[in-house]
């Protein structure tokens, strides 16, 4: 297992990264705002770091700030929705929203094309964001490359960047990360602003508690950033707050990735193609053949498709409990388990197109 | 002798530095335009990289760039000036000139109030600038800070830094900066980025020859940003040059240091305080008593007020050489020589204090 904020390889043991991070695990009692949650619910959200300074915020409707970033490539997809649904979730109980989009990590690590970012950003995540309930009400949303139009914002912004460097050493990069090169510090320095700068007086101009909902291979990102955080003199930064997320696997149960369309169901993608990609490269738990099926059963912890319900299509517990218990037992199969993906996909896909399309027209509102 | 851009000690033998940083001595056959410039005429400026490029587009008219920065602290004094002398060389002969203030890095290392360091650069920096012949033409004065107001040109500057980082290693710093951590590290990056942004097409547009004047302790600078600009793919940067100067010393012949004001001869200093620090402090090449001076001689080679006449004050060159030659045979007395470089220094800063209140009315056509 290699979980790094670069890598993710191997199989997965989320004990395991619980005890390597040093996170925690969720508490047992949450909100029920939070706890009625589909992702909080099913686990999806497992750890934590500091996240008792949020829920005290939740419950005594103090402010708090959600900060978060998305990388402009490729489609929207499945993967990207575990976040997408944190933020609005978040805006709802009360946050101030600030959504980074990375077009100045982007720019650099991968395509040099500012505009074709920024279309990428407004049409591919942007109006899934809309659609998905994001409201222009507290919400910063921001280019990082354009964190500039006004000229002390972007100073504070940039600055703090750079000012976060002169707060930690190589040893440190070293020991946190395991592999590090100048490129990759800069990045990680550029992440410790985003996470940061809400706090300081030319945005919400006081420590504020920020909760950081990420992947467990990005806490190293995380980490630096506490560490760097509290170093500070000049500012007084309140810690930050962060959530940890298993990886939502891709349709043959690796990497949900970009670049793979056969690897993730898009937020875009039609009724037959959903229909395809699920029943031809969906892993599946079940056995190999019919009778197998029916005597041994399958494994929906294993299941794409039953991790797909499990994670987002189906909130009715005792429905997902059946579909579990009729999937291990060996009396649904594997086709008609798929069956029903397809059918809850669709039927989601098919209301959020609709609402994609209202969206297109909102986007001068949010930018 | 310890030469790094951070730190400046020990006997200075600039022999051993040409060899040491790998620089070259200038040409023996400079342009009569530079070669009538009292820095060049002087050897205070002294050994270059790729000057070559510099002069053909000199000598055949061809556009070039100018770059320096000023770092926004305390007051300008004649340490200052032999890069100010330079700029204003370089801007008459048609450069176009990029001047940063490095208040990033100023506010980051050194005083975390932005209005204040803008102010220093201003009062301290512009108008002294003006005031010794810096015109609008073909100027682009601006703060690191600020390099931003344009959203797309503020993005190429920053993002130019990050991509930078991105084709360096940790290897390479240490062994070219010898000590080094991030904090040097990022200040290190936008420098690079400082020095090779006026070519990126939201600036000048195309690979153009520039010109950065530095003392021999920033060669560090110029060795990291030149190995990163041929590195670069995705823009074609034209090589960097570079000139490099010796150090001014200051009155005790140790460091100019705007911390300490007896080191320095401020350009706002009044004929008393002139007076007084080169009668007081000025470090003399001249024995110990009279008898002795005149049977001996004095050393003008390390006497601060002939250097200050040399560097500055003295352009006629049979002038200085009876300065030099009457004091190495004990002529001309350690009194007089003080006496002569109070006279010269007091009569420039009679003239150039009236320009500074009249480029006080003209600070707005700059920024």
Known sequence: MKVTPWEVSGNINYDKLIKDFGVKHLPT????????????KRKTIFAHRDFEIILDCIKNRKPFVMMTGLMPSGKFHLGHRVVADQIIL????GAKIYLAVADTEAYNSRNPNLEELKKVAIKEYLINYIALGLSTKNLDFYFQSQ??????????????ANL???????????SIYGEIDPGKMTSSLLQTADML???????????LPTIIPVGIDQDPHLKIARDISQRIKIFKFQQLSSTYHTFLPGLNSGKMSSSDP??????????????????????SGGQKSLDEHRKKGGNPNIDVSFIYLKTFFEPNDNKLKKLHDDYSSGKLL???LKAI?????NSFLKKHQKKREKAKKQIDKFI
Request: aromatic letters at 12%.
């Open 29 to 40: 009692q949450l909100p029920k705002k939070l706890q009625s949650n589909i992702l909080f």
């Open 197 to 207: 700068h809400p706090q300081l007086k030319e945005f919400e101009n006081k420590p």
């Open 147 to 160: 964190r500039s139009k006004d000229g002390v914002k972007s100073n504070a912004y940039y600055s703090l």
């Open 90 to 93: 978040y805006q709802k109980l």
């Open 334 to 336: 594997t086709s008609e």
């Open 341 to 345: 993906t397809v059918r809850k996909i």
């Open 164 to 174: 976060a460097s002169r707060h930690a050493t190589f040893n440190e990069f070293k």
């Open 262 to 283: 056969n690897s993730y169901i898009a937020l875009t993608d039609s009724a037959s193609e959903v229909d395809t990609k699920i029943k031809k490269y969906a892993f």
